[in-house]
């Protein structure tokens, strides 16, 4: 093994395999190995200039009066007796004579350490199973690897982010997460640790990442070198700042995203949605964007109204802007074979691929295929329709769906990108499909971008995407886990989310125990970032399957606007409308916050708290903003819940006007109508 400095960086050579530890902006280093030649050359998500820190490295000669540095096995494997100790900032990495590498924070506390179980005698921890930290190995016949790296586990770590999963636990210590976009299932692999770093796997191959009691391990299946991005700070926030000004920082949220969105599966016609958004005004009701959904489209790949239902987008666009409403339009990635651009893509290479069998991706309401969105002719050939038959009818914003891709099956050995195999690159589809439409949309001289998406990897918050936690059921169950999966999401970088207010699939209009979950879950919906109602509303309405052109219609679900499940609910909802606008200025100073350094408008309480350890334990609260603390409701039948006030504040009760010193759990007060939230230190909002 030998161990040099160059261009800024620090070289692990050890036979065929080389490491770089590089500075990578403040308080961060990045770390990169190869089984080759040479270092592969994606960047993944690190894309954006950082900070230049000069390399700050000392080099100690240890004690080499132990017998072990006589030996004549050290000697065989081991050039030097030196330790290189490399610092930046906030961050020291400490490379061993053998390689191996720990990191502390600027106090010189232990952050973490690789996982080695062989033969150290230099750290006085002998254990002969073998086992490396570092661990590439070649799949035979490529000249691809097989990835491992391991960390050491703590009994004390607490580890939050990694992007949106269906489960109940914020913290994420104990689970075991495939690193892999599914519906309702997004993969972000950055990571924050109560012992004070972040943790970025930049590597968008299918594997796993678990956070077991013995050691922390991360796997690849296929890809082509080892790349990962650490970073130190005395706070979530220094952490969070560091972390986006390597992958990027989010927009400006545009005005209309700040305020309520109509959504519904879905509007069959133009008159329908022009219907629901009169009378929305009428009523007096605000609303910023409403939704024209999936199948308004002459056939999936053509991307463009069907003329029956939609004779006249253009007057449409215009009336809804005229009501101050934005309109949002859905895009799937999906190519029927019988669509007109079937045949252009497929010649062009514009599809993905399968290595074997049919290259059908999906069977439902015709036979499809995905775009290949990491291909950058693909991209400009799917804006390109979309421009021509949305954007010049005045259409601004778009629904991405199908982000994933939602392949079925997920086979993702099967499939082919120009970026190369699935297994080795799928993770970055959703990236590839948001920058299509945010670099067509700023070369037609947009500034204000957004795209609704329904995944997220690293990097895509650059491209303005709010990500929504996908099609997810209609029960207490569902609402308590999308919770945790926001919060996870925010804290993974991501800081525009929401979900489907009421969840997406059933939730029957008429039954008491679903309105009293839509309710709950409106009233949390007002204090996320993104405010949308949406949702199936089963049972669906039995008609007749409709043809236009031998292409089968999609059919609309059960009346999913305020004022659609009884009187008493909708005065209810109204006045969550109206407590939004409220606070549309207090949002909107949130969204720049966040646009300027990464800080989620959406966050788990030790963001704002990180002193108080107590803080790092509640699950079922969170801050939005730097002055709210809300406590949502997440049980049916539940009128009053326990409250965490976290160390270093005084909390007004905003329903009851009650101060009370943080430190301590109190039982707030929560009717129906009521969603629980504090108010920090006498500052003055008009919720209630």
Same mark, same amino acid.
């Given at each position: 093994?030998?161990?040099?400095?160059?261009?800024?960086?620090?070289?692990?050579?050890?036979?065929?395999?080389?490491?770089?530890?590089?500075?990578?902006?403040?308080?961060?280093?990045?770390?990169?190995?190869?089984?080759?030649?040479?270092?592969?050359?994606?960047?993944?998500?690190?894309?954006?200039?950082?900070?230049?820190?000069?390399?700050?490295?000392?080099?100690?000669?240890?004690?080499?009066?132990?017998?072990?540095?006589?030996?004549?096995?050290?000697?065989?494997?081991?050039?030097?007796?030196?330790?290189?100790?490399?610092?930046?900032?906030?961050?020291?990495?400490?490379?061993?004579?053998?390689?191996?590498?720990?990191?502390?924070?600027?106090?010189?506390?232990?952050?973490?350490?690789?996982?080695?179980?062989?033969?150290?005698?230099?750290? !006085?921890?002998?254990?002969? /199973?073998?086992?490396? @930290? &570092? =661990?590439? *190995?070649?799949?035979?016949?490529?000249? $691809?690897?097989?990835?491992?790296?391991?960390?050491?586990?703590?009994?004390?770590?607490?580890?939050?982010?990694?992007?949106?999963?269906?489960?109940?636990?914020?913290?994420?210590?104990?689970?075991?997460?495939?690193?892999?976009?599914?519906?309702?299932?997004?993969?972000?692999?950055?990571?924050?640790?109560?012992?004070?770093?972040?943790?970025?796997?930049?590597?968008?191959?299918?594997?796993?990442?678990?956070?077991?009691?013995?050691?922390?391990?991360?796997?690849?299946?296929?890809?082509?070198?080892?790349?990962?991005?650490?970073?130190?700070?005395?706070?979530?926030?220094?952490?969070?700042?560091?972390?986006?000004?390597?992958?990027?920082?989010?927009?400006?949220?545009?005005?209309?995203?700040?305020?309520?969105?109509?959504?519904?599966?879905?509007? !069959?016609?133009?008159?329908? /949605?022009?219907?629901? @958004? &009169? =009378?929305? *005004?009428?009523?007096?009701?605000?609303? $910023?964007?409403?939704?024209?959904?999936?199948?308004?489209?002459?056939?999936?790949?053509?991307?463009?109204?069907?003329?029956?239902?939609?004779?006249?987008?253009?007057?449409?666009?215009?009336?809804?802007?005229?009501?101050?409403?934005?309109?949002?339009?859905?895009?799937?990635?999906?190519?029927?074979?019988?669509?007109?651009?079937?045949?252009?893509?497929?010649?062009?290479?514009?599809?993905?691929?399968?290595?074997?069998?049919?290259?059908?991706?999906?069977?439902?309401?015709?036979?499809?295929?995905?775009?290949?969105?990491?291909?950058?002719?693909?991209?400009?050939?799917?804006?390109?329709?979309?421009?021509?038959?949305?954007?010049?009818?005045?259409?601004?914003?778009?629904?991405?769906?199908?982000?994933?891709?939602?392949?079925?099956?997920?086979?993702?050995?099967?499939?082919?990108?120009?970026?190369?195999?699935?297994?080795?690159?799928?993770?970055?589809?959703?990236?590839?499909?948001?920058?299509?439409?945010?670099?067509?949309?700023?070369?037609?001289?947009?500034?204000?971008?957004?795209?609704?998406?329904?995944?997220?990897?690293?990097?895509?918050?650059?491209?303005?995407?709010?990500?929504?936690?996908?099609?997810?059921?209609?029960?207490?169950?569902?609402?308590?886990?999308?919770?945790?999966?926001?919060?996870?999401?925010?804290?993974?970088?991501?800081?525009?989310?929401?979900?489907?207010?009421?969840?997406?699939?059933?939730?029957?209009?008429?039954?008491?125990?679903?309105?009293?979950?839509?309710?709950?879950?409106?009233?949390?919906?007002?204090?996320?970032?993104?405010?949308?109602?949406?949702?199936?509303?089963?049972?669906?309405?039995?008609?007749?399957?409709?043809?236009?052109?031998?292409?089968?219609?999609?059919?609309?679900?059960?009346?999913?606007?305020?004022?659609?499940?009884?009187?008493?609910?909708?005065?209810?909802?109204?006045?969550?409308?109206?407590?939004?606008?409220?606070?549309?200025?207090?949002?909107?100073?949130?969204?720049?916050?966040?646009?300027?350094?990464?800080?989620?408008?959406?966050?788990?309480?030790?963001?704002?708290?990180?002193?108080?350890?107590?803080?790092?334990?509640?699950?079922?609260?969170?801050?939005?903003?730097?002055?709210?603390?809300?406590?949502?409701?997440?049980?049916?039948?539940?009128?009053?819940?326990?409250?965490?006030?976290?160390?270093?504040?005084?909390?007004?009760?905003?329903?009851?006007?009650?101060?009370?010193?943080?430190?301590?759990?109190?039982?707030?007060?929560?009717?129906?109508?009521?969603?629980?939230?504090?108010?920090?230190?006498?500052?003055?909002?008009?919720?209630?």
């Amino acid at each position: 093994m030998t161990v040099y400095t160059e261009n800024n960086k620090v070289i692990i050579a050890n036979g065929k395999q080389t490491l770089w530890l590089e500075p990578w902006g403040k308080n961060s280093f990045r770390v990169r190995m190869t089984g080759e030649s040479k270092m592969d050359e994606n960047d993944w998500a690190l894309t954006e200039k950082v900070e230049d820190c000069p390399l700050d490295i000392t080099v100690e000669e240890l004690d080499t009066t132990d017998p072990w540095y006589a030996t004549e096995e050290y000697a065989h494997y081991h050039s030097t007796g030196k330790q290189y100790t490399v610092k930046n900032g906030k961050i020291t990495a400490v490379i061993n004579p053998e390689g191996w590498i720990s990191y502390y924070n600027q106090k010189g506390e232990l952050l973490t350490a690789e996982y080695w179980r062989n033969r150290n005698r230099i750290n !006085r921890y002998c254990v002969p /199973i073998r086992i490396d @930290a &570092r =661990e590439l *190995k070649p799949i035979q016949g490529t000249t $691809d690897f097989e990835l491992t790296m391991r960390f050491e586990a703590y009994d004390d770590e607490k580890i939050f982010g990694m992007g949106q999963y269906q489960d109940k636990h914020l913290d994420k210590k104990g689970a075991t997460l495939e690193l892999a976009h599914r519906n309702s299932q997004a993969s972000v692999p950055f990571m924050i640790s109560n012992r004070g770093y972040g943790f970025f796997w930049n590597n968008p191959a299918i594997g796993t990442a678990t956070f077991a009691t013995n050691k922390t391990e991360w796997y690849a299946k296929s890809c082509k070198k080892l790349d990962y991005f650490i970073t130190a700070g005395d706070t979530p926030f220094e952490i969070e700042e560091q972390y986006s000004a390597a992958t990027g920082r989010t927009p400006m949220m545009p005005e209309y995203g700040l305020g309520y969105w109509q959504c519904k599966l879905r509007y !069959r016609n133009q008159e329908e /949605i022009l219907a629901v @958004a &009169r =009378e929305h *005004k009428k009523r007096g009701l605000p609303m $910023d964007a409403i939704v024209v959904d999936f199948f308004h489209w002459t056939m999936q790949g053509d991307f463009k109204f069907e003329p029956r239902d939609w004779p006249d987008p253009e007057a449409m666009v215009k009336e809804l802007k005229g009501l101050g409403i934005e309109t949002v339009v859905s895009v799937w990635p999906t190519i029927d074979e019988r669509s007109e651009n079937y045949g252009e893509m497929n010649e062009k290479g514009y599809l993905v691929t399968a290595d074997r069998g049919m290259s059908y991706h999906m069977s439902w309401m015709g036979n499809t295929v995905f775009y290949d969105a990491t291909h950058p002719g693909a991209q400009a050939f799917v804006w390109d329709r979309c421009k021509k038959n949305y954007y010049d009818k005045g259409i601004r914003c778009f629904w991405l769906d199908e982000a994933e891709p939602e392949y079925g099956p997920y086979d993702f050995d099967n499939y082919r990108y120009y970026a190369g195999p699935a297994l080795q690159c799928t993770n970055t589809y959703p990236v590839g499909y948001a920058k299509g439409f945010y670099d067509g949309l700023k070369e037609a001289g947009e500034t204000e971008i957004l795209s609704l998406v329904r995944c997220a990897w690293a990097g895509s918050q650059k491209y303005g995407v709010l990500t929504w936690s996908g099609d997810v059921h209609s029960s207490f169950r569902s609402m308590r886990e999308q919770l945790q999966a926001g919060l996870n999401m925010c804290t993974a970088g991501i800081p525009w989310w929401t979900s489907d207010i009421g969840g997406f699939l059933g939730g029957n209009i008429q039954d008491e125990h679903f309105q009293e979950l839509l309710v709950r879950w409106f009233a949390w919906g007002a204090f996320c970032p993104v405010f949308r109602m949406h949702g199936e509303r089963s049972p669906w309405y039995e008609r007749e399957q409709e043809f236009i052109n031998n292409v089968r219609q999609l059919t609309s679900g059960q009346d999913n606007e305020v004022w659609s499940f009884g009187e008493e609910n909708y005065e209810i909802l109204t006045k969550y409308l109206f407590i939004r606008e409220r606070l549309r200025p207090y949002i909107r100073e949130c969204m720049k916050t966040a646009s300027e350094n990464g800080s989620p408008i959406m966050r788990p309480l030790f963001f704002d708290f990180s002193e108080d350890k107590a803080s790092w334990d509640v699950e079922d609260a969170y801050m939005f903003g730097p002055d709210l603390l809300v406590a949502p409701v997440m049980e049916e039948g539940i009128r009053e819940r326990e409250v965490y006030l976290p160390k270093g504040a005084t909390w007004k009760e905003a329903y009851t006007g009650k101060v009370y010193e943080g430190g301590q759990k109190v039982m707030a007060q929560a009717p129906i109508e009521i969603i629980p939230v504090f108010i920090r230190d006498d500052k003055e909002y008009d919720i209630y």
